[in-house]
């Protein structure tokens, strides 16, 4: 009796590592606190967004796999900017991720949240190469109202498929597996509200400290910023 792996699932490890070495070249390109300041480019490019606190900064570096490629910030709150990182080869960039501000965090000032609501519908509504966006959302919190909101400023997108979203249920090494699929369930059922015909709407579980889902948001990640080439090859 031999060990052997089948040729599916081979072929699945094979493409797992390989989205992890692509995500893996991630570099820092800039930062801009507004939508005007950041580059005009037709690379792809992913948003990561969240609540402060929601695992944002923890999620990417663990993607990248990368100490502080996004700096896990000891002030929550005061990241304002937008900051992009490059993928790809060197000379060849394919995609951009963006890391936008956190949100939620309970000492910010009224003016504060309405600057952090303005930069935020401005670039999700308006930034043209936004090809996707991942949502953290704690796991032990579910959707909150502001997560709500900011799904609101995205929705017409998402709704032709124009951008696609990607939920992580942050954190989930602290639920059991019943919490587990309770969280699972009631996001699920908020974003068949999101979800069209032409929508590619989906969550997953997410532990950077279990490491578990990391290769399977690796793979929906390059998977989103690829298909277009991968289809012209074909
Ligand atoms: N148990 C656990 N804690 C996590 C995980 N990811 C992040 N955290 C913790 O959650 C807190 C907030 O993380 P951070 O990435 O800075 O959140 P951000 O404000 O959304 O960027 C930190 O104390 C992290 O160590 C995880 O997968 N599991
Ligand atoms: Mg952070």
């Not at 929601?54 to 990248?64: H, R």
């Amino acid at each position: 009796m031999t060990n052997e792996i089948p040729e599916a699932d081979l072929a699945q490890a094979f493409t797992e590592k390989q989205a992890l070495a692509w995500t893996h070249t991630a570099r820092f390109l800039t930062t801009a606190s507004q939508l005007v300041h950041l580059p005009a480019t037709e690379l792809p490019e992913i948003a990561f967004v969240g609540r402060s606190n929601a695992g944002k900064s923890t999620a990417i570096n663990t993607l990248a796999q990368q100490k502080r490629l996004a700096f896990a910030s000891k002030t929550p709150g005061r990241t304002q900017h937008i900051n992009l990182f490059e993928l790809g080869p060197k000379d060849a960039a394919d995609a951009l991720f963006a890391d936008l501000p956190g949100y939620g965090y309970a000492a910010v000032n009224k003016s504060a949240k309405l600057r952090w609501q303005k930069v935020m519908a401005d670039y999700l509504e308006v930034r043209r190469s936004l090809s996707g966006v991942v949502l953290m959302v704690d796991s032990r919190l579910g959707l909150t109202d502001l997560d709500k909101q900011l799904l609101e400023f995205v929705a017409a997108r998402v709704a032709t498929g124009e951008i696609k979203l990607l939920v992580l249920l942050t954190k989930s090494d602290k639920l059991n597996r019943k919490e587990a699929d309770a969280a699972l369930r009631s996001t699920t059922e908020f974003l068949a509200g999101l979800t069209t015909e032409t929508s590619d709407v989906a969550v997953t579980l997410f532990s950077a400290l279990k490491k578990s889902g990391v290769g399977d948001v690796a793979l929906a990640l390059h998977e989103w910023t690829h298909a277009a080439a991968a289809a012209a090859e074909a």
